[in-house]
C-alpha cells in the first residue's frame, strides 16, 4: 500500500552534514580528475603546487565545507518556502 506524504520541514543540521559529505566525495573525485589530467600539461610556475599533491587535499575540503553550508542555507530556506507554498509530495510504499 501507498500513500502521498508530504516533506514539511528538513532539519538543517542533518541535511547540511548530508550535502558536505556528498561534496566531500565529488571534491575526491574532482581532486582526483585535476592531478590526472594536470600530470599531462606542462608546469606552470606558481600553479604546478595546486594542480598538483595539493589539490587532492584542498578541492575535497572546499567542496566538502561550500556543501555543509550551501546544504544548510538551503534547508533554512525550504523550510520557510514549505511552510507558505507546502512541501515536496512524496509517494510512501510501506
Known sequence: MSSIRSISRIEPGQFA???GATYLFLGIIGAVLVFAFSS???STPGLGMLTGGL????IPIL????GFVFGLIGAVIYNLVAGTVGGIKVTVTE
Open 17 to 19: 552534514l548530508i550535502t
Open 40 to 42: 599531462f600539461l606542462p
Open 55 to 58: 589539490a587532492l587535499v584542498v
Open 63 to 66: 567542496y566538502a565545507a561550500l
